[in-house]
């Protein structure tokens, strides 16, 4: 990709994060991200064949940055106590703020129909269960099975749902609380 390419993908993803932020997803259109970023609308189409594929771009690049800190709290917290307080942090931005407003938009249209939308889900969400399944074992020194890895991944995605629905949060640290006693039984 040549470094004019790098530039339009770019302002694409930073103005469409800054709408989302300020609008939220249904409020946030292609034209106007496309305005925001400086670009013409077939610019953006070059990148984006439609608003879902760039939603699932903004959710896959952000739950890639949290996997990365999730597996990496093992390594750069020497006590559970740090260990917990940071996954409480992580925890507190999965049930956040826009960003779950992207991913539950997208997992209803992949649960709707969207067959595209639910092939590139299925893929993510093995990726999540695999680097919930790991990180957990690094974090606590617990090992968990393979459906249990798939129970966190869906209570996390029902706190998200939740959040945006009812707006209310949960109090990640109870939910911690809660998913390690359940983990210990």
Do not use: C
Not at 112 to 138: A, C, H, M, P, V
Not at 152 to 177: A, M, W
């Amino acid at each position: 990709m040549n470094q004019k390419s790098v530039n339009n993908k770019q302002k694409i993803i930073l103005s469409s994060q800054k709408l989302i932020e300020e609008r939220g997803v249904a409020q946030t259109t292609l034209s106007d991200i496309a305005e925001a970023a400086g670009i013409a609308k077939g610019t953006l189409h070059y990148y984006y064949k439609n608003k879902s594929d760039l939603l699932f771009e903004l959710a896959e690049r952000h739950s890639v940055d949290l996997s990365k800190r999730f597996i990496q709290l093992a390594e750069t917290h020497n006590s559970q106590t740090e260990r917990n307080a940071a996954l409480n942090d992580i925890l507190s931005e999965i049930m956040s703020g826009n960003r779950s407003g992207i991913l539950i938009h997208l997992l209803i249209e992949g649960a709707t129909g969207n067959g595209d939308l639910q092939e590139k889900f299925r893929t993510l969400y093995q990726e999540w269960s695999s680097t919930i399944l790991e990180g957990f074992q690094n974090i606590t020194g617990s090992t968990i099975s393979s459906e249990q890895s798939d129970i966190i991944l869906s209570s996390l995605i029902g706190l998200i749902f939740n959040t945006v629905v009812t707006e209310k949060t949960i109090d990640p640290d109870l939910f911690l609380r809660f998913l390690l006693s359940g983990v210990r039984e």
